[in-house]
């Protein structure tokens, strides 16, 4: 079996400066230190790296997203897995955004990393990145996140803890798989195929996340519009209610067309926008439910689909079920 390694950087190869902060390692002893976290690996799998960056995820764009994808999508047929080490802090963003560029995905695509860095002896990054390399030799596909005992379907992922071990959890799902003495996966995953991989890169930046907040003014949501930005996503109340208040603002992004996506500021549940009036006048202005998406699903997904077709098949795009995201199954929308 062969496994490329796309080496982004992140936590699991920093190290301590003399400030006490955590800082990313010069390129080639980054890539070592990578490599050496477990050198008997050989035994699992033949790995080759390849360098997309060594960057805090903090700073990840849509155009490294891009060049991850297009690198997979370039040597696909060298290669029997993929296993992406990534910094902690937008791993979710990028499972996400990547679930859509590689569609029609035939192999696993194992993203990972470590809350701990892996040169200090409490570190997770052995375990992680180990586990990573196993799963990309299984037969499984998709973008998937491995972390601590989970194996997580991409675009379902979101961290929910910045000092856990097990700081990610599936969202409104069920995992993959578990790390156990072995690795289980569970009926959910998708063995491998021989289709033809579909590359879909491209993710418009402008668009805005704003969680609502009682009391915030009308007068500031509609700021944003003379932003210039493309689309726009709420975080709403509950099951995706949103203030009588605001109506007015939705009102004018229609008629600009600038879609508005509605998540739950829940971290668990779906939008059910048609439960209550506020909810049901929000749609009448045209807003899109997120159902029961995350919130980097619903991020990722919609800057992907602004670049995928004009206003009128937004909304189509985002209740599109691609990888298994969303279930709008038995929902009124």
Same mark, same amino acid.
């Given at each position: 079996?062969? /496994?490329?390694?796309?080496?982004?950087?992140?936590?699991?190869?920093?190290?301590?400066?003399?400030?006490?902060?955590? %800082?990313?390692?010069?390129?080639?002893?980054?890539?070592? &230190?990578?490599?050496?976290?477990?050198? *008997?690996?050989?035994?699992?799998?033949?790995?080759?790296?390849?360098?997309?960056?060594?960057?805090?995820?903090?700073?990840?764009?849509?155009?490294?997203?891009?060049?991850?994808?297009?690198?997979?999508?370039?040597? !696909?047929?060298?290669?029997?897995?993929? @296993?992406?080490? $990534?910094?902690?802090?937008?791993?979710?963003?990028?499972?996400?955004? +990547?679930?859509?560029?590689?569609?029609?995905?035939?192999?696993?695509? /194992?993203?990972?990393?470590?809350?701990?860095?892996?040169?200090?002896?409490?570190?997770?990054?052995?375990?992680?990145?180990?586990?990573? %390399?196993?799963?990309?030799?299984?037969?499984?596909?998709?973008?998937?996140?491995?972390?601590?005992?989970?194996?997580?379907?991409?675009?379902?992922? &979101?961290?929910?803890?910045? &000092?856990?071990?097990?700081?990610?959890?599936?969202?409104?799902?069920?995992?993959?798989?578990?790390?156990?003495?072995?690795? *289980?996966?569970?009926?959910?995953?998708?063995?491998?195929?021989?289709?033809?991989?579909?590359?879909?890169?491209?993710?418009?930046?402008?668009?805005?996340?704003? #969680?609502?907040?009682?009391?915030? #003014?009308?007068?500031?949501?509609?700021?944003?519009?003379?932003?210039?930005?493309?689309?726009?996503?709420?975080?709403?109340?509950?099951?995706?209610?949103?203030?009588?208040? !605001?109506?007015? %603002? +939705?009102?004018? +992004?229609?008629?600009?067309?600038?879609?508005?996506?509605?998540?739950?500021?829940?971290?668990?549940?779906?939008?059910?926008?048609?439960?209550?009036?506020?909810?049901?006048?929000?749609?009448?202005?045209?807003?899109?439910?997120?159902?029961?998406?995350? +919130?980097?699903? @619903?991020? #990722?997904?919609?800057?992907?689909?602004?670049?995928?077709?004009? !206003?009128?098949?937004?909304?189509?795009?985002? $209740? $599109?079920?691609? /990888?298994?995201?969303?279930? @709008?199954?038995?929902?009124?929308?």
């Amino acid at each position: 079996m062969k /496994v490329l390694i796309l080496f982004c950087g992140g936590t699991i190869i920093m190290q301590e400066s003399k400030e006490g902060s955590l %800082v990313v390692a010069e390129k080639q002893k980054a890539i070592k &230190s990578l490599l050496s976290l477990e050198p *008997r690996l050989k035994e699992v799998s033949k790995l080759d790296v390849e360098y997309v960056d060594n960057i805090d995820s903090s700073n990840i764009t849509g155009a490294h997203w891009d060049k991850i994808a297009t690198i997979i999508a370039k040597k !696909y047929d060298r290669y029997d897995g993929f @296993v992406i080490t $990534h910094g902690t802090d937008t791993m979710a963003y990028t499972s996400s955004a +990547l679930s859509f560029a590689l569609q029609n995905l035939g192999k696993p695509v /194992v993203i990972t990393g470590s809350q701990i860095p892996g040169n200090q002896i409490e570190t997770d990054a052995r375990r992680n990145f180990v586990n990573a %390399v196993r799963l990309a030799t299984m037969d499984i596909s998709g973008v998937m996140v491995v972390f601590d005992e989970e194996i997580i379907l991409g675009a379902r992922c &979101s961290k929910v803890s910045e &000092s856990k071990l097990d700081a990610f959890e599936t969202i409104n799902w069920d995992d993959l798989g578990e790390i156990r003495i072995d690795i *289980r996966l569970s009926d959910e995953h998708k063995p491998r195929h021989n289709r033809p991989l579909n590359l879909q890169t491209g993710y418009e930046e402008n668009i805005a996340v704003v #969680t609502l907040f009682p009391q915030m #003014t009308p007068t500031t949501l509609g700021a944003i519009i003379t932003t210039g930005i493309k689309g726009l996503i709420l975080r709403g109340y509950g099951s995706g209610n949103i203030s009588y208040a !605001y109506l007015e %603002v +939705l009102k004018e +992004l229609k008629s600009k067309k600038i879609p508005v996506v509605v998540n739950t500021q829940c971290l668990e549940g779906a939008t059910l926008m048609h439960l209550y009036d506020v909810g049901k006048k929000a749609l009448e202005m045209g807003v899109i439910q997120a159902h029961d998406m995350s +919130l980097e699903c @619903v991020t #990722t997904k919609l800057m992907w689909a602004l670049k995928r077709g004009p !206003y009128e098949t937004i909304k189509e795009i985002m $209740h $599109h079920n691609y /990888v298994g995201e969303i279930n @709008v199954e038995g929902k009124i929308y």
